[in-house]
């Protein structure tokens, strides 16, 4: 009855926060929780006539169906490496970039970087992705260049060797700027004396940002990672999507693109299912190993 008390007690005081909440948790639930129940499809032959109550069970047919498509181990290879790059290239620039914003003294010039890097967040895939056919197309200002120093016009996007830098390209284009705001927020939290008590031992600039406000960031840059390796297997299907082209599918398919193909173009609602369920598995998996990791290394993880 105290624990009772207590907790009505400290809801009547702080019912705002709590407001706040409730938006994020209703999303949670609605487009995160919810939908969990529909991955049982994966284990039937699903019928959108029959219904989930109703459809036969088939066990794990769909997933040996997976495992045995010839062209299945060349799109999970293409989601790793994808992968892999996204963690190895991406996810740093937003950590630097958050470092040498925070250098910038004169606030003018420090609000515009933050707006001149923000602002593609906000653009479309759609639209990401037709800048940049536009950048690298035969009358481009790629080629332009190019052709200023006597060289032939070179088409990098119909080229496989360069798909997966330009997803990187533009992956970091659109999105380091956004991911800096995090970390500009955990650096303005870190306690100025301490910057003070290095001045005063005559650390310079670049040696407080490498030994105090680098360090103090890695617990959230730790977080976020582990949160990211979650979603190691979804690399955006927009993304991925609008920057293919016929001659960079054996490089640029991956398993969101299959499962679009599978799952919406061909109505194998069940295997689409399985593929989604399999990338879930092993993001949850990645995320499990690395937050144990983390613990020891650190002693800070998710949980």
Known sequence: MAITERFASHLQKCWPLYLMVLPGLAFFIIFRYIPIGGSVIAFQDYSVFKGIADSPWVGFKHFELLFDSPGFYRIFMN???????KCVLMFPVPIILALMINEVRVALLKKGIQTALYIPHFLSWVIIAGITFDIFSMNGIFNIVRGWFG???NLIMQQ????????????????????TIIYLAAISSIDPQIYESAIVDGASRFKQMMR?????????ATILFLLDLGNFMELGFDHVYNLLTPMTYSVGDIIDTYVYRTGIQEARYSFATAVGLFQAVIGFTLVLIFNKFSKKVSDGGLW
């Open 79 to 85: 989601t790793l490496i994808l992968g892999l790059l």
């Open 151 to 153: 060289m032939d016009a």
């Open 160 to 179: 496989e060797q360069y798909f997966r830098w330009v997803y990187i390209f533009t992956g970091i284009w659109r999105d380091a700027g956004w991911g």
């Open 212 to 220: 105090i406000t680098l360090p103090l960031l890695l617990p959230t």
